[in-house]
């Protein structure tokens, strides 16, 4: 067989960014995205690093607000308020995980679900679900802008997500859901997962675990989205590198695969620049919400 087509993240993402800017130049004043994060895990120091600068190279303002861990929640919470009442801030965005001690969910609810960039707060988790979205997670929003701008089909297809996390795999099926394919959600409790895989003329998979998928649990020519990023000892010079949840070895069976890295990752930040963007045109009374995404 052919070896799969690779649908790489870095021109899908330049593409997305360059209408990003263009939206973004055509409004009274440039979207602003504040992002915060608690204590400096290397990764998401990382993250919220690249998004700052993408944020920029767009014409975005940007704001990082870098808390200490033991921050109380009580004070993060009168931080997301003020952010809520300024009318300079398009869109917050509070970097996951957080330290024990604050609740995700009562952070994740006190964001103005209008200023929710990455589509976590119940209500717009309720409109994705009801098939009426609005501001989309990110992943999931990068995925299907890839499998569009590649040309890949997604209504009628089978799809299998493997993964329910609230960040990427259930967002996904129900993104997958509302562009019209068959969408079935595997997780950890699924019965024989292969035979699951297998049926998938699109697999989109969101664990974590290196190369949990192997060529056998795939459909010959079947669309591979590989969401995972694990860091793995052993790359060169002995430093740790970058592996997904897919085995290489798949790119032998596989119709169109993602690499990682270089696939999804660069979608999800394009794609959280493109909600801040949608954030700021709703707020100027350009866009109506659930008139979008379809
Ligand atoms: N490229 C990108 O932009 C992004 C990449 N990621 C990466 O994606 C991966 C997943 O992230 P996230 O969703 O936050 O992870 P979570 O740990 O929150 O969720 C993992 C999911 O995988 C399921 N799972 C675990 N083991 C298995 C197994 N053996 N078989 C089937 N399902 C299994 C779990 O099932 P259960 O619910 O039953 O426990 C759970 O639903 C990570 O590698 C992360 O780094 C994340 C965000 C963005
Ligand atoms: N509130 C919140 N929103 C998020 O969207 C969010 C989050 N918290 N917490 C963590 C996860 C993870 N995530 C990634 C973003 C970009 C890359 C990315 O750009 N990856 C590059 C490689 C990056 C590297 O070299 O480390 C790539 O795949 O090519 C990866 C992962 C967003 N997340």
Not at 13 to 22: G, H, N, P
Not at 106 to 114: Q, S, T, Y
């Amino acid at each position: 067989m052919t070896p799969a087509r690779v649908l790489a993240g870095p021109p899908a993402a330049d593409a997305l960014l360059s209408d990003v800017a263009a939206r973004a130049a055509r409004l009274p004043r440039p979207p602003h995205l504040a992002m915060v994060r608690l204590g400096d895990d290397p990764a998401s120091v990382s993250y919220v690093r690249g998004k700052d600068r993408r944020a920029r190279e767009v014409g975005l303002g940007s704001a990082v607000y870098a808390l200490p861990e033991t921050t109380p929640q009580a004070e993060l919470l009168a931080l997301i308020a003020r952010l809520n009442a300024d009318d300079a801030v398009s869109g917050i965005l509070v970097q996951l995980p957080l330290p024990a001690h604050v609740s995700e969910q009562a952070v994740l609810h006190a964001i103005d679900p209008r200023k929710d960039v990455d589509g976590f707060h119940p209500l717009n988790v309720g409109e994705l679900w009801a098939g009426r979205p609005t501001l989309i997670p990110c992943t999931p929003a990068g995925i299907l802008y890839l499998l569009d701008l590649y040309g890949l089909p997604v209504a009628g297809q089978r799809a299998v997500v493997v993964g329910r996390s609230p960040i990427v795999g259930r967002p996904t099926a129900a993104l997958l859901l509302a562009r019209d394919a068959t969408v079935t959600l595997a997780h950890s409790r699924t019965r024989d997962l292969g035979a699951v895989t297998r049926e998938a003329d699109l697999l989109v998979v969101a664990v974590g675990q290196p190369h949990l998928i192997t060529p056998e649990m795939v459909r010959p020519g079947a669309t591979v989205i590989d969401v995972g990023i694990n860091r793995v000892p052993g790359g060169p010079g002995g430093k740790a590198h970058l592996t997904g949840d897919v085995h290489p070895d798949v790119a032998g069976v596989a119709g169109a695969i993602t690499p990682v890295p270089g696939g999804v990752g660069p979608l999800t930040i394009a794609a959280l620049l493109a909600n801040t963007v949608t954030a700021a045109e709703m707020q100027a009374g350009r866009r109506v919400p659930g008139a979008s995404a379809r």
